[in-house]
């Protein structure tokens, strides 16, 4: 009975959901690869514009907080494609841009009675 319609279907639904599999996955490859690239390119940026001192400091901020480095990041970048950057940043101006970046606090004041 392997020659029977039903295994042929079988088989050849087997066969599309393989090939939906592998282009699936090829795109997949090109987004990260693309993703890799486009992040390369960021750190690129980020080394003309930045000093040692002003990397470090990023990316210590980065080991605490990720999300507020990735917009300081951002930030960086678009002052620089505008062409307000004159020079390369320092550790004094990114501590600047980071304290004019950083998110207002929110203090709770618990009051027992």
Same mark, same amino acid.
């Given at each position: %009975? &392997?020659?029977?319609?039903?295994d042929d279907r079988l088989e050849e639904l087997r066969q599309k959901k393989m090939e939906e599999l *592998?282009? *699936? =996955?090829?795109? @997949? @490859?090109a987004q990260? *690869?693309?993703q890799q690239q486009a992040d390369a390119q960021k750190q690129a940026l980020l080394r003309q514009y930045l000093t040692d001192g002003a990397r470090k400091r990023l990316n210590s901020v980065? %080991? &605490? =907080?990720? *999300?507020?480095?990735e917009q300081v990041e951002q930030q960086i970048l678009a002052i620089a494609q505008s062409g307000r950057i004159n020079g390369k940043i320092d550790d004094q101006k990114m501590k600047e841009l980071l304290r004019e970046l950083k998110p207002d606090k929110k203090s709770f004041n618990i009051k027992r009675r």
């Amino acid at each position: %009975m &392997s020659g029977s319609p039903d295994d042929d279907r079988l088989e050849e639904l087997r066969q599309k959901k393989m090939e939906e599999l *592998q282009d *699936q =996955k090829q795109q @997949e @490859e090109a987004q990260q *690869q693309a993703q890799q690239q486009a992040d390369a390119q960021k750190q690129a940026l980020l080394r003309q514009y930045l000093t040692d001192g002003a990397r470090k400091r990023l990316n210590s901020v980065r %080991m &605490s =907080k990720p *999300q507020f480095a990735e917009q300081v990041e951002q930030q960086i970048l678009a002052i620089a494609q505008s062409g307000r950057i004159n020079g390369k940043i320092d550790d004094q101006k990114m501590k600047e841009l980071l304290r004019e970046l950083k998110p207002d606090k929110k203090s709770f004041n618990i009051k027992r009675r």
